[in-house]
C-alpha cells in the first residue's frame, strides 16, 4: 500500500517512522523545506503531559497518556538505531503555584495520577527551596511535580525520525511543495495523484493509495484544494536562548506560562509568548514579548539577571479553528485522505500518539483498498 506524507515538521516525521516499522507500506514524505523548518522548529520540547489537568476519559488525556509511553520506548529505540543521544532533560517538569492557585485541584490530580501510574508530588516552598536552593520561592504556595514529564529538542528529535525511518526504506523528498491533488468523484470522493514542484521547480506527479496531511498551517490551504476546508490559525509564539548555566539536576521550571529549560552548554531556553493574529488574520510579533519572557523567569531564577541573551526567535502554531486540537482522523467525504494537523502547542508532546493513531486508521482500512 503506498503512502504520501504532505509536510515532515515532528508530526509528519513520527507518522513516517511509526509506520515504516509496519510491512507492506511503501512511504513517500513531501516537504516544502527541510525536516523541522515550521512550527517545530521553534518549539521548545516541553512535555506537559501527566502534569495536565485533563479529565481522565477525555481525548485530550489518552493522547497525552498514549504519547508518554510511546516517548519511554521511541527515544531508547532511536538512540540504539543510530548511536547517538537525542539532546533532552529527563528531570522532570516542575510547576510553580501562586496564592490563589486551586491547589485543591492539583491534589486531586496527583491522586487520579497516582491510579494511572502517573505520580505527581505537590510539595511546599520549603520542600523546593531545599532541592533546587536557585528558585526563588518567596512568592509562591506550593509547586507540583511530575517526575515522568520532560523536555526534548525538537529540531534532534525530528532528525532522527527521519534518519531511522529512512533507514527503513521511507522516501523523503525534500524542497517539495504539495500543490495540487486530484480528486476521483465516486459514492465518496478519493485522491490518488499528488501535483508536486520540486527542488528544481519541476511539476510532477506522483500516484498513491492514501494522502496523510501533516502540514501544520500548510494543511488549510491543501484541505482546500480538497474541497474540504479545515481552518487552522497562527499562533505566534517567542522564546529566547539564554547564555548561562543551570545546574544539571535541574527540571525543567514552569510558571504563569513560562518555561524556564536547562538545555545543557552552558544554554537555557525562556518561552514562550501566545499572541493571537488580529481582525485581518496577521500576527505581528510584540515587540515586549522577548523582555516580558526574560522578567517573568527571572521572578523565579533570579541569577538570569546576568544572562546575556544568546538568540531569540519566533515561531507559527498551527491552532485549529472552531475545533479542539490536534484533528487526527479522516477527511470527511474522502476514502483516502487523514488529517494528522492542529497540534497548536503541543505537537512534539502529541507526535508518538499522533502518529500511532494514524497507524491504526490505516491497518484498519488497509482491507479496503
Ligand atoms: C515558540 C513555540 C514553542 C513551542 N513549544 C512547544 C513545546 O514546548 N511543546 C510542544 O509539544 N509543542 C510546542 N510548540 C508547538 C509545536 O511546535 C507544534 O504543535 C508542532 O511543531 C506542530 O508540528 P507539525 O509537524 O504539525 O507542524 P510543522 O512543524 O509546522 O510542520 C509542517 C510542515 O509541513 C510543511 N508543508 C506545509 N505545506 C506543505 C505542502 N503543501 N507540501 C509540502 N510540505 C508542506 C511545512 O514546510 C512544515 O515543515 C511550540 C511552538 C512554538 C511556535
Redesign the pocket.
Known amino acids: 500500500m503506498r503512502i504520501a506524507i504532505?509536510?515532515?515538521?515532528?508530526?509528519?516525521?513520527a507518522i513516517a517512522y511509526e509506520l515504516s516499522r509496519v510491512s507492506g507500506f511503501e512511504i513517500t514524505v513531501?516537504?516544502?523545506?527541510n525536516?523541522?523548518?515550521?512550527?517545530?522548529?521553534?518549539?521548545?520540547?516541553?512535555?506537559?503531559g501527566a502534569i495536565s489537568q485533563k479529565k481522565p476519559k477525555s481525548r485530550a488525556w489518552k493522547l497525552r497518556e498514549a504519547s508518554l509511553r510511546r516517548y519511554e520506548t521511541l527515544i531508547p529505540e532511536l538512540e540504539a538505531k543510530l548511536d547517538r543521544p537525542i539532546p533532552r532533560n529527563d528531570n522532570g517538569v516542575l510547576k510553580l503555584c501562586f496564592p490563589g492557585e486551586n491547589l485543591e485541584k492539583w491534589e486531586k490530580l496527583a491522586q487520579v495520577r497516582r491510579e494511572q501510574g502517573f505520580p505527581l508530588e505537590i510539595w511546599s516552598p520549603e520542600a523546593v527551596k531545599s532541592r533546587y536552593p536557585k528558585i526563588e520561592t518567596a512568592a509562591i504556595a506550593a509547586a507540583v511535580y511530575s517526575p515522568q514529564d520532560r523536555?526534548i529538542q525538537?529540531i534532534p528529535l525530528a532528525r532522527a525520525l527521519v534518519e531511522a525511518a529512512r533507514g527503513h526504506g521511507v522516501r523523503f523528498v525534500f524542497g517539495?511543495?504539495?500543490?495540487e491533488a486530484e480528486i476521483e468523484t465516486g459514492e465518496t470522493r478519493c485522491c490518488r495523484t499528488l501535483i508536486?514542484k520540486d527542488a528544481n521547480d519541476e511539476t510532477r506527479q506522483h500516484s498513491t493509495d492514501w494522502v496523510v496531511v501533516?502540514?501544520?498551517?500548510?494543511?488549510t490551504?491543501?484541505s482546500q484544494r480538497l474541497r474540504e476546508p479545515v481552518t487552522i490559525q497562527p499562533v505566534?509564539?517567542?522564546?529566547i536562548e539564554l547564555a548561562i548555566a543551570l545546574p544539571s539536576e535541574y527540571p525543567v521550571v514552569t510558571a504563569n506560562d513560562v518555561?524556564l529549560v536547562s538545555v545543557g552548554e552552558g544554554r537555557a531556553w525562556v518561552?514562550?509568548t501566545v499572541e493571537f493574529p488580529d481582525a485581518k488574520g496577521y500576527v505581528i510579533p510584540d515587540p515586549r514579548g522577548l523582555q516580558m519572557l526574560k522578567s517573568e523567569a527571572m521572578r523565579f531564577y533570579p541569577e538570569l539577571v546576568e544572562a546575556a541573551i544568546a538568540r531569540q526567535?519566533?515561531?507559527?502554531?498551527?491552532r485549529p479553528v472552531d475545533r479542539s486540537a490536534p484533528v487526527i482522523g479522516t477527511l470527511p467525504g474522502y476514502d483516502n485522505v487523514v488529517l494528522?494537523?492542529g497540534?497548536?502547542?503541543?505537537?512534539?508532546?502529541?507526535?508518538p500518539a499522533t502518529a500511532e493513531a494514524v497507524c491504526m486508521l490505516l491497518l484498519n482500512n488497509h482491507s479496503a483498498i
Request: aromatic share 8%; proline share 6%; hydrophobic share 45%.
Open positions: 504532505v509536510g515532515c515538521g515532528i508530526v509528519g516525521a513531501f516537504e516544502t523545506e525536516p523541522a523548518s515550521g512550527s517545530t522548529g521553534a518549539a521548545l520540547g516541553v512535555l506537559m523536555q525538537p517539495a511543495t504539495v500543490m508536486y501533516s502540514a501544520g498551517l500548510g494543511s490551504p491543501f505566534l509564539g517567542q522564546a518555561h518561552g514562550a526567535w519566533q515561531g507559527l502554531r498551527p494528522a494537523t497540534h497548536y502547542r503541543n505537537g512534539v508532546l502529541l507526535a
